[in-house]
């Protein structure tokens, strides 16, 4: 009892197309991805303001770099339509609400009052905001003062430099890597890739030697004539190296020895 065994062949393998159209998205995600994070890094990180105060003004030191940081601005310079008092009165309340129970502001104001029920036209409020000097404010930022209307000062222009810098050194570090990796573990085979380089060198030829026999039609002849007596070259060469099968080996003669005294 034979039971039959059906036999597939083989699909002959095809180029997908989709697979170098998914590859050449992956490609293009990734290089957006190196640039987004490297705008992000730069942006972002206060490791750039550090090294550029670090060898430019601090003298090989951070010392002072919080306070180059900060711009003072003048209270004076608010516009009119704003209230400075609801301002100041706003600024006390977050204060006293950040700050631990060992504050100066907050143990007067704990004894009598909560939080929830601060005045800003009290008494209490009064006297905590004579305290501080409301004059001058600061905030982080690279301008210039009050007198020069608070212009970019030149650390804001380095600053933004070293940022640039840092982007494309970034992006050149990983694209280097990528490109090393790229070069260093192929991905096809050697003897494929020969194969491959054999295939498009013939291909090359095949096309050089149609258009120079459509060229010159007589080398079509001057070709053939060549191969034809190349072949008969050929044949004549491989005739004349066989063995003779028709001639029979010679009969060995042997010479009867007399002795002369017999």
Not at 210 to 221: G, R, V
């Amino acid at each position: 009892f034979h039971v039959p065994i059906p036999i597939a062949r083989r699909a002959t393998g095809r180029r997908n197309s989709l697979t170098t159209l998914s590859a050449s998205i992956l490609t293009i995600m990734a290089k957006i991805t190196v640039l987004s994070n490297a705008f992000l890094i730069a942006i972002t990180s206060e490791y750039i303001p550090r090294q550029v105060y670090y060898w430019t003004i601090g003298n090989y030191s951070l010392n002072g770099f919080l306070n180059h940081t900060l711009t003072p601005f003048h209270s004076n310079d608010f516009p009119s339509i704003i209230n400075r008092t609801l301002l100041e009165c706003q600024f006390i309340e977050s204060r006293l609400i950040d700050l631990s129970k060992e504050s100066i502001f907050f143990i007067p104001f704990a004894q009598s009052y909560h939080l929830s029920y601060f005045d800003c036209n009290s008494t209490l409020a009064d006297e905590i905001r004579s305290q501080i000097d409301f004059s001058t404010c600061y905030y982080k930022d690279y301008r210039l003062d009050h007198a020069r209307n608070y212009g970019r000062s030149y650390m804001f222009y380095y600053v933004m430099v070293a940022r640039l810098a840092f982007v494309i050194i970034f992006e050149h570090f990983v694209y280097s890597i990528l490109f090393l990796v790229r070069n260093l573990i192929s991905r096809v085979p050697r003897d494929v890739r020969a194969q491959l380089e054999r295939c498009r060198y013939l291909v090359q030829q095949m096309y050089w030697g149609a258009e120079l026999y459509a060229q010159n039609p007589n080398l079509i002849k001057k070709d053939e004539n060549r191969v034809r007596l190349d072949e008969e070259h050929h044949e004549y060469n491989r005739q004349s190296t066989l063995p003779s099968l028709m001639t029979t080996p010679n009969e060995l003669n042997f010479n009867a020895c007399v002795s002369s005294e017999l």
